[in-house]
Nanobody, 115 residues
Framework: QVQLAESGGGLVQPGGSLRLSCAASGRIYSIVDMGWYRQAPGKQRELVAIDSGGDVNYADSVKGRFTISRDNAKKTVYLQMNSIKPEDTAVYYC??????????WGQGTQVTVSS
C-alpha cells in the first residue's frame, strides 16, 4: 500500500509564504515524477509544478514565486510558495509517478490566502 502524506497548508496573508511537503511511503519504487497540482472551487485541477527526474516545469501563474524541490532518499517533494496571492487559494495535491507507470495522489491540503 502506498501513501502520500501532505502537510504545510493553512491560512496565509497575501504576500506571505508557505512550504508544502509530501512524503511517499509504502511499496513505491523507482519514482520518476513528483509534482504538485491544485484545484480551486469551481475550477479544474491544474498543474502547479513538476519535477520529472530533474526536468522542472511550472505553471506560468507561479513562475518566479514557487519552487519545487525533492529529496529522493526521503521520497519527499516540497513546494516553497512565496509572494502568495489570493488566487493561489486552492486545495493542493501532490502526485507521484513511477517508471512502472504507477500514479499516486495525496489527499490534498488546503491553502487559503486571505487578509
Amino acid at each position: 500500500q502506498v501513501q502520500l502524506a501532505e502537510s504545510g497548508g493553512g491560512l496565509v496573508q497575501p504576500g506571505g509564504s508557505l512550504r508544502l511537503s509530501c512524503a511517499a511511503s509504502g511499496r513505491i519504487y523507482s519514482i520518476v515524477d513528483m509534482g504538485w497540482y491544485r484545484q480551486a472551487p469551481g475550477k479544474q485541477r491544474e498543474l502547479v509544478a513538476i519535477d520529472s527526474g530533474g526536468d522542472v516545469n511550472y505553471a506560468d501563474s507561479v513562475k518566479g514565486r514557487f519552487t519545487i524541490s525533492r529529496d529522493n532518499a526521503k521520497k519527499t517533494v516540497y513546494l516553497q510558495m512565496n509572494s502568495i496571492k489570493p488566487e493561489d487559494t486552492a486545495v493542493y495535491y501532490c502526485n507521484v509517478g513511477t517508471m512502472y507507470r504507477q500514479d499516486y495522489w495525496g489527499q490534498g491540503t488546503q491553502v487559503t490566502v486571505s487578509s
